[in-house]
C-alpha cells in the first residue's frame, strides 16, 4: 500500500499497553498503518462542550484511503462560545437534498427564520430565535465577517451551495457581536484532488454555471469555486444577476504549524420591486463584497497559538427609480484575533483578545465631511475589542466551561462572561445547559438613517441580553432526537419604532425590553440502505414578551411556528426522490398598499401562515449527475417580509460533472 505521508514521523503498527502508545502521543504527528493523521493539540482539547478552544474542525488536507476519508485542520475560535456549535447542515448527510442554495438549508432549520426578498439566493436575511437580522452574526471558517452597516449585507458571502460543506449555529458567544447568536458556514473541497462542473437552468430565464475543484500535495490544499446565476425574475422587477468566486490555500508543516488563507469577491445585481419600501415597484440595488483572511496555529507540546486576520470591503447603490443613484455606501471591516491555549489534567485554559475597526463613506450614513469624498459625503468610524479567559475541564461523563472578560466600545467598557455544562450518562444521550450575556452596538443606518419616513437616533447605545439553553439529545446510528428550550432577557432593544405623534414617522428607538422564549423539537432516521434513506421532522416555537405596547418595524416579527420535514427515497440504485416541506406561522403584521407608487393610503394586514413543498429528482452514474427541481410545487402564495410575494412553482434541472477526481462517492459530495 501507499505510504500518504511524505514526512519522516513515528509509525504504529500494532496496538499495545505501553506508555509510548498513540493515547498518550496527541502532542506529535504519528501514523497508524498507513494511515496518516495530523494529531494536533486543538483536536484533543475539542470537547463536546469546548467550542471556544477548536471551535471548528474545517477540511484543510483530505486523504483518501479505501473510500474512507480523514480530515483535520482547526479554525480560528469563536471567542469565549459557551455551548457547543449545533449542525444546521451537513454535505455528508445531505446527498440528493432538495436544496439549492444556502438559504434553502436555513429555511428547512427550526431554529433559523430566512426571510428572503425574492428567489434562488438574491437577497436574504438570517435571523436566530426570534432576533432580528441585525442581531445575528455571520463567520466563514471562524472568521467574523458580519457588516457594520446593516445586517441585509451580512450574508452576502461569496458562496455556492456546491462549496459548502457545513453550516452551524454557534450558542453562547458574550461581548461585542452576536446577541441573538451566530451562523458559520465552513468551506471544503469534495475530493482531494477534482474539477466539478454545474450548470442549471429553467423557468423566470433561470440559468447557473459553476466551476471548483482542488489539489492537493506536500501539506498544501488549494481550493477554487467560481460560479454565474442570473433570472429575468417571477414579477415585474424582481430580476437578478450573482457573480461568486472564492479560493482557499491552506499549508501545514510539523516545523512551522499552519497557515490558512481564504479570500472571495461577490457581484450582486438585483431588481428589488417593493424591497425595502412596499408601495415603490422600481428600487433597484448593486452590491459588491471582498472579503480575505489569514490565520496561523502553532502548538508546543501543551501549548498552542493561533492569530487570525481578516478584511472585508462592501459597496452598495441603492436606486430609488432604477437608474437614478439615490444612496451610496463604501464599508471596510477589519479584524485581528490572537489567543493562547494551555493544556493540563486540570483541563484547557485559553487566554484571547480580539480588535475590529469599522468604516463607512456613505452619502447619507455619517459625519459630514468638511469635503466631498468622490460620490460620499459623509463618514464615521469606530473601534471595539474583546479579551477573555476561559477554562474547559472534563471530569469523567461531564463536561464544564465558564468565562470572563470586558467588552470595548465606544460606549464604554462591559462585563462578559458564560458558564456551561454538559452531561453524557449513557452512550447517545447528552444533556447541555449554558447562560451567558451577550450585546450588539448600533448599526450605522441604526444610527445615521434618515428618509422621508425615517428618523435616525444618534443616542442609541449597545443592546443587552441574558441568554439560557437547555437541550438534551439521543443518536444511534441511524436515528436521532433532540429537545430544547432557550430563554432570552433583551434590554435596551433597538428598533425602528412607529410615532403617530411625531410625524407619522418610524423612529430609531430602543425604548422597550424584550424577552423571547421557546421550545425546538425535532427526530430522524438515516441508513445506507433500503428504500426510505432519510426522513427527519422538527418543530419550534417561538413567543417574545414586549415590556411596553409599540408598533416596531421589526421586533416582533418572528415565526411563532415553524415545522419542518425531510424526505429521500432511493427509487433506484441511481435514482432518488427527495422531498422538504417547510410551514410557517409568522407572528405581526405589515402595511399593505393597494394602489403602487401612494405611500398615503395602506391597510393593515396579519401574516397570513403558508406552507412550502420542494421536490428534486436526481439520477447519479458514476461522474454525471442529472437533476430537477421544483421550488414551492403547490404553487401556494406565501411571503417572509412585508407582503412581498415568493415565486410561485419554480422549475428547474441540471447536469453536474466531475472531470477529474475518484469515481463513485466518498461519502463528501452532494
Known amino acids: 500500500m501507499k505510504n500518504i505521508s511524505t514526512n519522516s514521523v513515528p509509525r504504529f503498527r500494532r496496538w499495545s499497553r505501553k506508555g509510548w502508545s498513540v493515547f498518550v502521543s496527541f502532542h506529535r504527528e504519528v501514523s497508524i498503518g498507513v494511515l496518516s493523521v495530523s494529531m ?343 473601534h471595539t475589542g474583546n479579551v477573555w479567559v476561559r477554562h474547559a475541564l472534563t471530569l469523567g461523563r461531564v463536561d464544564l466551561s465558564a468565562s470572563a472578560g470586558a467588552a470595548f466600545s465606544p460606549y464604554g467598557t462591559r462585563s462578559s462572561w458564560s458558564v456551561a455544562g454538559a452531561w453524557r450518562p449513557v452512550r447517545g444521550l447528552r444533556v447541555e445547559t449554558g447562560v451567558w450575556r451577550s450585546m450588539r452596538l448600533p448599526t450605522f443606518t441604526d444610527l445615521y438613517y434618515t428618509s422621508p419616513a425615517q428618523i435616525n437616533n444618534l443616542d442609541l447605545r449597545p443592546e443587552y441580553a441574558t441568554n439560557l439553553r437547555l437541550a438534551v439529545s439521543y443518536s444511534t446510528p441511524s436515528w436521532r432526537v433532540s429537545a430544547g428550550g432557550f430563554y432570552r432577557a433583551g434590554r435596551d432593544v433597538i428598533d425602528w419604532v412607529w410615532r403617530e405623534d411625531m410625524g407619522r414617522k418610524w423612529h430609531s428607538e430602543q425604548s422597550s425590553c424584550l424577552d423571547t422564549y421557546g421550545v425546538e423539537l425535532g427526530g430522524g432516521y438515516h441508513t445506507q440502505e433500503g428504500f426510505l434513506r432519510d426522513v427527519s421532522l422538527s418543530y419550534a416555537y417561538t413567543m417574545s414578551d414586549r415590556k411596553n405596547d409599540l408598533k416596531t418595524l421589526g421586533a416582533m416579527d418572528f415565526l411563532k411556528h415553524k415545522v419542518a420535514l425531510k424526505l429521500r427515497l432511493a427509487l433506484h440504485r441511481r435514482l432518488s426522490l427527495a422531498i422538504s416541506g417547510v410551514f410557517s406561522d409568522r407572528n405581526g403584521s405589515y402595511s399593505w398598499y393597494p394602489t403602487m407608487g401612494d405611500s398615503f393610503h395602506s391597510v393593515e394586514r396579519e401574516y397570513r401562515p403558508f406552507f412550502l413543498l420542494n421536490a428534486r429528482v436526481e439520477w447519479q452514474l458514476g461522474r454525471v449527475r442529472i437533476y430537477g427541481d421544483c421550488a414551492n410545487i403547490l404553487d401556494r402564495p406565501a411571503c417572509d417580509l412585508g407582503g412581498l410575494p415568493l415565486p410561485g412553482a419554480w422549475f428547474t434541472g441540471g447536469v453536474s460533472l466531475r472531470i477529474v477526481g475518484p469515481s463513485g462517492s466518498s461519502g463528501q459530495g452532494r
Not at 83 to 111: C, H
Not at 167 to 184: D, K, M, R, S
Not at 188 to 206: I, R, T
Open 40 to 382: 494536533s493539540l486543538l483536536l484533543l482539547a475539542n470537547g463536546e462542550a469546548s467550542a471556544q478552544t477548536a471551535d471548528s474542525l474545517t477540511v484543510a488536507r483530505s486523504l483518501r484511503i479505501a473510500g474512507v476519508d480523514v480530515a483535520g485542520s482547526p479554525a480560528a475560535p469563536m471567542r469565549n462560545a459557551a455551548l457547543s456549535q449545533s449542525p444546521l447542515f451537513d454535505r455528508r448527510s445531505e446527498v440528493g437534498a432538495s436544496v439549492t442554495t444556502p438559504e434553502d438549508v436555513l429555511r428547512l432549520v427550526p431554529s433559523v427564520d430566512i426571510r428572503e426578498r425574492g428567489g434562488r439566493g438574491t437577497q436574504a436575511d438570517i435571523s436566530i430565535r426570534g432576533g432580528s437580522f441585525d442581531q445575528t452574526s455571520v463567520l466563514l471558517n471562524g472568521i467574523d465577517f458580519t457588516d457594520a452597516r446593516t445586517g441585509h449585507q451580512s450574508h452576502s458571502l461569496p458562496l455556492d451551495l456546491e462549496a459548502v460543506s457545513s453550516i452551524e449555529l454557534v450558542e453562547g458567544v458574550p461581548g461585542v457581536g452576536a446577541y441573538a447568536g451566530a451562523v458559520h458556514f465552513r468551506t471544503a473541497p469534495l475530493f482531494p484532488d477534482y474539477l466539478l462542473f454545474d450548470a442549471a437552468g429553467g423557468s423566470y430565464g433561470y440559468g447557473y454555471a459553476h466551476l471548483s475543484g482542488a489539489t492537493t500535495g506536500r501539506g498544501l490544499t488549494l481550493f477554487g469555486a467560481a460560479s454565474y446565476r442570473r433570472t429575468d425574475g417571477y414579477r415585474h422587477n424582481t430580476d437578478s444577476e450573482t457573480c461568486n468566486a472564492y479560493l482557499r490555500l491552506t499549508a501545514s508543516s510539523r516545523r512551522w504549524g499552519m497557515l490558512d488563507f481564504q479570500t472571495g469577491f461577490q457581484m450582486r445585481a438585483f431588481g428589488s420591486n417593493g424591497f425595502y419600501a412596499a408601495y415603490n415597484p422600481d428600487q433597484w440595488e448593486h452590491t459588491q463584497t471582498a472579503l480575505a483572511s489569514l490565520r496561523y496555529l502553532k502548538s508546543w507540546g501543551r501549548l498552542s497559538f493561533g492569530a487570525s486576520a481578516s478584511y472585508r470591503k462592501n459597496f452598495d447603490r441603492y436606486d430609488w427609480i432604477r437608474g437614478e443613484a439615490m444612496n451610496r455606501h463604501n464599508t471596510d471591516n477589519v479584524g485581528a484575533r490572537l489567543w493562547w491555549n494551555y493544556t493540563s489534567a486540570w483541563g484547557t485554559t485559553s487566554l484571547g483578545g480580539d480588535y475590529a475597526f469599522n468604516h463607512i463613506y456613505s452619502t447619507n450614513l455619517g459625519d459630514r465631511l468638511s469635503w466631498p469624498h468622490g460620490d460620499y459625503l459623509c463618514a464615521t468610524a469606530r
